[in-house]
């Protein structure tokens, strides 16, 4: 199988303003190394987006968006779209744990940014994962089809190449549980086996899955070790110069593992 490149996700959450979030990308430039077999994504708040993309050099970080909405222009105050954001990043996170719940996004909206990411060329990192409660009851599985199923609708074969799955499961965000690598090599392994039936073979081995929930630069080469795992999404650590170069390293040196 061809090498995949490592993904290592920074989300920034709603943290920082613009001129900390600048300090800081010029701070992480100093550390972290370009490596061929890394790429290095920052999603910082929408505000600082603009400044960042002119001052990073995109060999060594690619931008992403948080949040955006899924129509592509017009009357809708307070909104950003994916149509806005082209050029300006190369990814987008949809589905992310933190939308899903606190801010009650549905299924059809996130089937709906999925489709509107692909349809402005943007990346979207569909977040799927299930809660502590659906974990409890014994619903991991059905939680990632049902998830994957949704955030999947009408995307082609052709568009399903641009699309990267994170797992996450909400249990393990910003709670400092960590996933044990037996739980993520299994779910990670559903999601697998979901995409061959949706996509086929190729597909499912090709597409890229990240972990993510509490990562840390301690716990990072042992998620990156576990079959099926091609990156991380990092919340909390993403935003300490030391750990977040530490994490990226971890990549570097991780080997192909699926
Ligand atoms: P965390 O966040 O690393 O702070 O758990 C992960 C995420 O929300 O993507």
Not at 190 to 202: A, D, P, S
Request: net charge neutral; glycine share 6%.
């Amino acid at each position: 199988m061809s090498a995949k490149k490592k993904l290592i996700v920074a989300n920034w959450k709603m943290n920082l303003n613009i001129h900390e979030a600048s300090v800081f990308v010029h701070q992480l430039a100093q550390t972290i190394a370009v490596h061929r077999d890394v790429e290095v994504v920052l999603a910082p708040t929408l505000l600082a987006l603009q400044s960042i993309s002119l001052q990073v050099d995109r060999r060594q970080f690619k931008l992403a968006a948080q949040n955006f909405y899924w129509r592509d222009f017009g009357a809708f105050t307070g909104e950003v779209s994916a149509a806005q954001l082209r050029g300006l990043v190369d990814y987008v996170l949809v589905g992310h744990s933190e939308r899903r719940h606190v801010f009650h996004e549905h299924a059809k909206d996130i089937r709906s940014k999925v489709q509107a990411a692909l349809r402005s060329d943007l990346k979207p990192i569909l977040c799927i994962g299930e809660t502590a409660h659906e974990r409890s009851l014994g619903e991991t599985n059905g939680v990632i089809h049902d998830q994957l199923l949704a955030g999947l609708a009408n995307v082609t074969s052709e568009e399903f190449h641009n699309v990267v799955i994170a797992y996450e499961p909400v249990w393990a965000i910003g709670t400092g549980n960590n996933a044990t690598p037996k739980d993520v090599e299994k779910a990670i392994q559903t999601i697998r086996r979901q995409i061959e039936h949706l996509y086929g073979k190729t597909a499912a081995e090709n597409v890229r899955v990240l972990y993510g929930g509490s990562v840390k630069s301690d716990s990072a080469a042992t998620y990156l070790a576990t079959t099926g795992v091609d990156g991380l999404l990092v919340g909390g650590a993403s935003l300490n110069q030391h750990e977040f170069t530490t994490i990226v390293e971890a990549a570097h040196h991780a080997r192909e593992n699926n």
